[in-house]
């Protein structure tokens, strides 16, 4: 299972890899309301990745690591839904893992800065996609997924 | 209830206020270890949270907002513990109130940039402890619960 995390919107995917073939069991977006306290939106991540975990049992769940790349602040409240995450992880036995947005990129176009676009495409040629998965959280969730299977960071 | 964040200690501390009097229900902090990754350590802060809101059944939960002073990776883990005491918070009906240091300070020192042995003076004095709270986590939660009740940021 694939997260790329926030406190607006969790992309999440499941993949499941077999028969020398990788493909997508589910991939979606939790969204939460701007208009909830935090408090609120953090207990809808939880129970929406809980939910997740419940129906698909994963073998491992795998988080993109934060950047600070522009608003501190927003870094800090998506780290809180990071905890939340974690947390609902290790409730089915888990510890997340955590790998880069380059590290990603890297397995999957062999390059650490490819552009948001070509992400997209790669992915949906990959798990031979009918269309380029939206919206980017969901494109970027099953990267991380794949990326963490074909490099062979494998299952514990 | 008043939260000092951390990963590795989160100090807290219950207060009561009744007959015009603020006194200590109980303080203390919850220690995770080093050694154990983060999934775990933020689960034994959910779960010493989860203890201490099942006992005392707090009005309200306060906890110091969190700052960028040094180091960003450990303002991020702090978040994430954040993150994990507000979803607890949330399970017993609260939503936690972040209030600034500064804030604090303010509410107890007249100065929003009291020195730290000042404030735990100040904590020991307006509630008659025998002794200074140690660690300074202890001193802080308790400072953090007193300046919510006295400038009567009060209960819902």
Known sequence: MGIDPGLRRVGYAVLQAGAGR?????????ETSGELPSGARLEDI???????LEEYLPDSLVMERILFSRNVTSA????EAVGVIKLAARRFGLEAVEIGANQVKLALSGDGNAPKDQMQKIVGMLLDLPSIPKPAD???????????????WVPR
Do not use: H, P
Request: contains cysteine; proline residues 0%.
């Open 22 to 30: 990788i493909s997508v069991a589910c991939a979606g977006v939790i």
């Open 46 to 52: 939880s129970s929406g990745v809980t939910q997740l």
């Open 76 to 79: 800090l409240r998506v780290a």
């Open 138 to 152: 969901v494109a970027d969730a099953i990267a991380i997924a794949y990326s963490f299977i074909s490099r062979g």
